[in-house]
Nanobody, 114 residues
Framework: QERLVESGGGLVQAGGSLRLSCAASGRTFSRYVMGWFRQAPGKEREFVARIGWSSSTYADSVKGRFTISRDDAKNTVYLQMNSLKPEDTAVYYC?????????WGQGTQVTVSS
């Protein structure tokens, strides 16, 4: 059964950085389109970033601060988060977005203190 497992969340001060990782168990990971989403308390889950074979896209709220990348040899997608703000506090989920239904990881908590 295919799985996604996130890691790297934690508590950081505003202005700090974190790198999230998402390891996939699939055999053809290099073909996957992967994304990061987040859900803050009391809010709906929202798109953060997405990476395909040759391009990536970002939500306006994180553009210039976050970078999504992938290492197909390690079946892993990353989210480098810099200049973190308290409003970035949320549970972050990685997802395989080119399949129906979307395959989700279990999430990892990111808390940014002011």
């Amino acid at each position: 059964q295919e799985r996604l497992v996130e890691s790297g969340g934690g508590l950081v001060q505003a202005g700090g950085s974190l790198r999230l990782s998402c390891a996939a168990s699939g055999r053809t990971f290099s073909r996957y389109v992967m994304g990061w989403f987040r859900q803050a308390p009391g809010k709906e889950r929202e798109f953060v970033a997405r990476i395909g074979w040759s391009s990536s896209t970002y939500a306006d709220s994180v553009k210039g601060r976050f970078t999504i990348s992938r290492d197909d040899a390690k079946n892993t997608v990353y989210l480098q988060m810099n200049s973190l703000k308290p409003e970035d506090t949320a549970v972050y989920y990685c997802a395989r977005v080119d399949t129906s239904p979307t395959l989700w990881g279990q999430g990892t908590q990111v808390t940014v203190s002011s």
